[in-house]
């Protein structure tokens, strides 16, 4: 019988106890004495949002194959949860073992999004760990952060003993090897992270050392370590075929989130979408081979026993076999119980084709994301999409019998007028009139247009860095002018508008581009109280702007401002590939309006070629 790290009496008081026991199908259990090294695995936030990160399941998967380590997994516990183990002093546990985090070798977070940050710290102390660093001393894990957000690590860096910059199937082997050699010789934590800093992709962020202009940018970011590289190359898998992939996932004992098996059918976009983060961060595009995703599709859905299949990509329809994958994917597993779903089309004559095989219309919505209402504003961000393309895909999808469509816009982007805020309830409008152009016998059922606008975040290494963002007062009069024109269109009654929060996108803009004087924010935000920010019935703003008044630091210097083409960025350590001076000619390409071809049509000379690999191998094309 495996020992539960709660009593009896705690998992019947609290809500989803399964979150907590671990043994999942597929779950791997070793023997501890037989293991050198022991990971946890964490997402900082609730289990059903961490089991469906396909990230975690690949990680997960890749080092248990070792025999030398045992890797597990654990989950910001819930608030009920959280407050039993704070009173009753129970120290935070990982599912497999259900031993604690403290014991551990490494403690690895992966973090996804800016608004997990206070869930980390919570993570940390629950295990019985210093928030800092500096703090922590020879005991506990070796705590290392990956994933997008750590493009710009340094509103964490205090927190973190080092970063891992890049696709975990490249250095990881190599850092866990290093480290195993270090802790078989007896060595200390600061010769395992000296080590660590030689290796390409590793960052430390206690031997850097960053000074200020009086005007309070950067004025340098140097190394105080002999073993510290000037420049952090992120690190890519050019061979996406040949990397470990899960075969058989973890299967949640309860409902998460993403429920299905997931086939990642290519890694990055060629696009050039310019506000786009991960656009910029995960080329070269690189695709799978299609007969070896039909193999996997077969094993995991043995495995698992679930009964939806997505093919996961930034834009699987520019996925080359993507005809290919989805006939056989129908023909093989559409009689037999099996979904297919098929996120980030472009809804075009083939992908409606598909879509009417595998889904239910009568029920379903399509979803366009035309980003911006105007077609000005469609080329300032490089959307490559016209009005006709959407107007002519919308009519297609009425015409095969959809009545329902998503659109989805930002508000804020770079140069917006008032005009370009109006045109998203216009466009919507068009949409609409295009379904009432339709014969009234031949229409299937009520239309419904919902729109919905985030608020535009501007984020490293894309061309819009360096633009200014806005108050939370400014965001909320641009929604409203938004939604004054949808009540002005003549098929109103048709369309629906929605806006995300205001006050979570100030938030977000500080931390996906502050330096390291915001981790003060962050601590004295969780010290007030802050938790599952991310979530709408936790998120406190008011205790957010109390810590920036505690801790003096100023949104405004972070939001509201645009950056001049010299400043020093807190990221500009990190080599992405992508070059800063491809950024800044994209940059002004915006301000001109100018659009930049995709990938396959034209090479704009952004930089990944020197990963030799993917899009840019196969291409004739030559740079621009």
């Known amino acids: ?94 599912l497999e073992s259900q031993d604690d985090i403290k014991e551990f070798d490494f403690l690895g977070i992966t973090i996804q999004y800016e608004m997990c940050y206070t869930n980390i710290l919570q993570i940390l102390e629950l295990s019985g760990m210093a928030l ?23 509103p964490l860096a205090p927190f973190f003993d080092l970063f891992y910059m890049g696709e975990g199937e490249t250095v990881y082997d190599e850092l866990l090897d290093v480290y195993k050699d270090i802790k078989q010789g007896g060595g200390s934590k600061k010769e395992f992270l000296e080590a660590a800093a030689g290796i390409e992709g590793i960052y430390v962020p206690s031997f850097y050392d960053v ?64 506000f786009c983060q991960a656009g910029m961060l995960y080329r070269p595009t690189r695709e799978r081979d299609v007969n070896v995703l039909k193999e996997y599709a077969y094993k995991m859905l043995k495995s698992t026993g679930h009964e939806e299949i997505s093919l996961s990509s930034l834009s699987s329809s520019d996925y080359s076999c993507l005809q ?68 002519s895909g919308a009519g297609q999808a009425f015409e095969g019998g959809w009545s329902k469509v998503k659109l989805y816009f930002m508000l804020g982007l770079p140069t917006e007028t008032e005009e370009d805020m109006k045109e998203i309830a216009v466009l919507a409008d068009k949409v609409a009139r295009r379904y009432y152009e339709i014969p009234k016998e031949e229409r299937s059922g009520k239309c419904q247009i919902t729109a ?109 401002r645009e950056r001049s083409l010299e400043e020093v960025f807190p990221w500009d350590f990190i080599d992405i590939g992508v070059t800063k001076e491809f950024l800044i000619k994209e940059w002004k390409r915006a301000m001109d309006g100018e659009v930049t071809p995709n990938c396959r049509q034209k090479c704009s000379g952004c930089g990944a070629a020197r990963w030799g690999g993917g899009v840019c191998v196969e291409s004739k094309n030559q740079v621009s």
Not at 132 to 154: D, F, L, M, Q
Not at 251 to 263: E, N, S
């Open 452 to 560: 919905s606008s985030s608020f535009f975040i501007p984020k490293p290494f894309t061309p819009f860095q360096w633009a200014k963002m806005y108050t939370n007062e400014e965001y909320i009069s641009r929604a409203a002018t938004v939604k004054r024109a949808f009540n002005d269109q003549l098929n109103r009654k048709s369309l629906r508008y929605h806006w995300h929060d205001a006050e979570v996108t100030v938030l977000e803009g500080v931390f996906a581009r502050g330096d390291r004087r915001t981790a003060a924010v962050v601590e004295e935000a969780y010290r007030l109280g802050c938790l599952y920010d991310s979530w709408s019935e936790h998120f406190d703003n008011a205790k957010w702007m109390q810590a920036f008044d505690n801790t003096g630091v100023d949104i405004a210097f972070y939001n509201q």
């Open 1 to 94: 019988m495996r020992k539960l790290a709660l009593r009896d009496d705690i998992l019947l008081k609290i809500e989803k106890p399964a979150r907590y026991i671990g043994n999942e199908v597929n779950s791997v259990i070793k023997d501890v004495s037989k293991v050198d090294i022991r990971f946890a695995m964490c997402f900082p936030d609730v289990y059903e949002i961490g089991m469906s990160h396909l990230g975690i399941q690949i990680l997960y998967d890749m080092f248990n194959r070792r025999e030398d380590v045992w890797c597990e997994r654990v989950y910001s516990p819930w608030t009920d949860l959280d407050h039993i183990m704070r009173s009753e002093q129970i120290p935070l546990f990982a």
């Open 132 to 154: 800092k660093a500096e703090e922590r001393g020879e005991e506990g894990p070796i705590v290392i952060g990956g994933g997008p957000c750590t493009y710009n690590p340094e």
């Open 324 to 391: 290919e994958l989805v006939a056989f994917l129908i023909d093989e597993f559409k009689g037999k119980g099996i979904n297919i779903s098929l996120p980030s089309l472009r809804i075009d004559a083939f992908s409606l084709d598909v879509m009417s095989k595998v889904q239910d219309i009568r029920k379903s919505s399509l979803t366009f994301a035309p980003e911006a209402g105007s077609q000005r504003m469609r080329d300032v961000i490089n959307k490559g999409l016209s009005q006709e393309d959407i107007i």
């Open 211 to 274: 000074s200020y202009n009086d005007d309070g940018t950067i004025a340098s970011f140097v190394p105080n370590n002999v073993h510290a590289k000037a420049k952090i190359k992120k690190q890519a898998a050019m061979d996406v075929t040949a990397i470990p992939y899960p075969e058989a996932p973890v299967v949640p004992f309860i409902k998460a989130t993403q429920d299905r098996v997931v086939l990642e059918i290519q890694r990055g976009c060629i696009r050039g979408c310019r």
